[in-house]
Nanobody, 121 residues
Framework: QLQASGGGLVQAGDSLRLSCAASRGTISSYAVGWFRQAPGKEREFVATISWRGGTTNYADSVKGRFTISRDNAKNTVYLQMNSLKSEDTAVYYC????????????????WGQGTLVTVSS
């Protein structure tokens, strides 16, 4: 079971770091990613990292601002979000599955409950 945390209310330009940890089992053998869903919009891919951490993949909208990383010893994946914009406001979902850093949602079998990020302008 995945637990996403770190969301909150920030101002535009601020930073936040989201964390994704497994409450049971391990995510160290899976690719882990983040998807988000803004109010009234479809869910979209944000970022993903391969199981060993050697490959990452980002949505164009967050490239250069967000960084995904993982610490397999801590069984945790992080999403560092800098220069936040109002359009980053969404519920962010942590996902795990397979071992490749793909943006394809069906590849991820395990989903966390989501953490809300609100960016005020």
């Amino acid at each position: 079971q995945l637990q996403a945390s770190g969301g909150g209310l920030v101002q535009a330009g601020d930073s936040l770091r989201l964390s994704c940890a497994a409450s049971r089992g391990t995510i160290s053998s899976y690719a882990v990613g983040w998807f988000r869903q803004a109010p009234g919009k479809e869910r979209e891919f944000v970022a993903t990292i391969s199981w060993r951490g050697g490959t990452t993949n980002y949505a164009d909208s967050v490239k250069g601002r967000f960084t995904i990383s993982r610490d397999n010893a801590k069984n945790t994946v992080y999403l560092q979000m800098n220069s936040l914009k109002s359009e980053d406001t969404a519920v962010y979902y942590c996902v795990a599955g397979g071992n490749m850093a793909t943006p394809a949602e069906p590849r991820y079998a395990y989903w966390g409950q989501g953490t809300l990020v609100t960016v005020s302008s």
